[in-house]
């Protein structure tokens, strides 16, 4: 969700794609995923071509994002720098390409980076559109979505594995759909700064390594153990290039092994060191964060007792793809999301259809005057009315603010951070207090944006407070800067003197938000 008056600047096989989410994309459109790692930042273009996603141009550069993380979670300048460069350069690919067909993401880095550094700002503006950073299992999705489109169609369990510099992803999946998630804080940069940041190489510290890697997945591992997956695949930099040493060196014929693994861990240790390890087909740029990939890889296959592990060259990046082709044929993972909500917190959805169709109603006429045209500000205003009460669930007492810290805290699939603090801070201001500190504590790019949706959804749950199916008149409503005017027909309000006595009470509350509110 993107303010527009807030961003500046403004806003080689062949992979097979789910039909339900191709058929209605036209041939030749441009579609671009960009993906922020702790390691490596990589772009994306693809296009689809024929029913099937045609890949057309890919970058990739080694930035070591996560070797710039000081310990109070803000970034160095020069790593800051050499990132921004390389999005500086992603931006020129980008910069002809309309925003609704291009996805940026972040993630385990991102994910720490206190929001005053304001290095998702610049790095937006260096990139020229959205940076989007997810959470750990949204990253897990979305790499299982990408993975299971270059894997034979069939109905068994899949294990994938994804080691990134930060995080490592485990999913267990069947067909397209992701059953099971999760996200371990250990990846190649970690873990190669943690243990073998003086070049040498030990037993003593492989063991080390491998033990906390260990201790790292134990919270999951009978869990995972249990789920009933039948193969095993890796994907991203770490296990290609894991698997590339191993065949090139005669370990393996085909993917990972255990005993590969094995002879690949004796073969370190008798290098001694990262600078000195001999191995074909390791480039230098892998070679610094080379053996906390190994250490996080063998810890797996302990924990997980993976035999062996096959490869995908398809990851989080192309299930940002798919994931766009889906969004565009109207199939929103976060519609699902939502539903999914609605139900597992017995929300009344006979009300809540009611206050989203009038809050849409409402929005309608304030899109011009409010600058709120942009395609993502109806879903969320919508998605907002429909789960402004779940926080009844645990309490009627101050249900807002339950509800608002069950969507910021819970894992929503399809849902960037970003979109859950918007969503939370809605539901938090949909009744009582207007939470100006709420909305001063989002990002400035879209402040303005959900604040004046938020007043939007105050009106729509207000002209519903009787919870009465019966219809109620569509009130006209205008906006002059912060001043909104609504107007209802002629004798209504002397009809109905409650709402009339709430939409006073209502003024005055949105007076401490800097909005003066006329009703007639």
Known sequence: MADPAATAPS???????????????????????????SNSFHLLVARMDGGTLQVIDRHKEMVRLGEGLTSDKHLREDVAERALACLERMGQRLKDMPPERVRAVGTNTLRQIRPEAHFVERAERALGHPIEVIAGREEARLIYLGVSHGLAIGDEKRLVIDIGGGSTELIVGQGFQATLRESLHMGCVSMSRRFFSNDKITAKQMDKAELYGALEVRPVRELFRQSGWATATGSSGTVKSIAAVVMAEGWSEDGISAEALERLRAAILDAGKASGLPFKGLSEQRRPVFVGGVAVLRSLFSALAIEHMRVSDQALREGLIYEMVGRLEHEDVRERTVATFSRRFDVDQAHAARVRD???????????????AHPDYAPMLGWAAELHEIGLAVSHSHY?????????????SGFTRQEQEVLAALILGHRRKFPVDAFLALPSSVRCCARRLCV????????HRGRSADSIPEPALSAAGDTLVL???????????????????????????GLSLDFR
């Open 456 to 463: 939007i959804l105050r009106l729509a749950v207000l002209m």
């Open 400 to 412: 807002q603010k339950h509800g608002a810290y069950l969507i910021g805290q819970a894992d929503l």
């Open 358 to 372: 009038t809050a849409l109603h409402l929005l309608a006429q304030l899109s011009e005057p409010w600058e709120l």
């Open 487 to 513: 107007r209802f027909p002629e004798g209504w309000l002397d009809d109905h003197p409650l709402t009339r006595l709430e939409l006073e009470e209502e003024a005055s509350r949105l007076l401490a938000g």
């Open 11 to 37: 806003p080689p096989p062949r992979a097979e794609v789910d039909p339900e989410v191709a058929r209605a994309v036209d041939a030749g459109d441009t579609l671009a995923a960009v993906d922020l790692g």
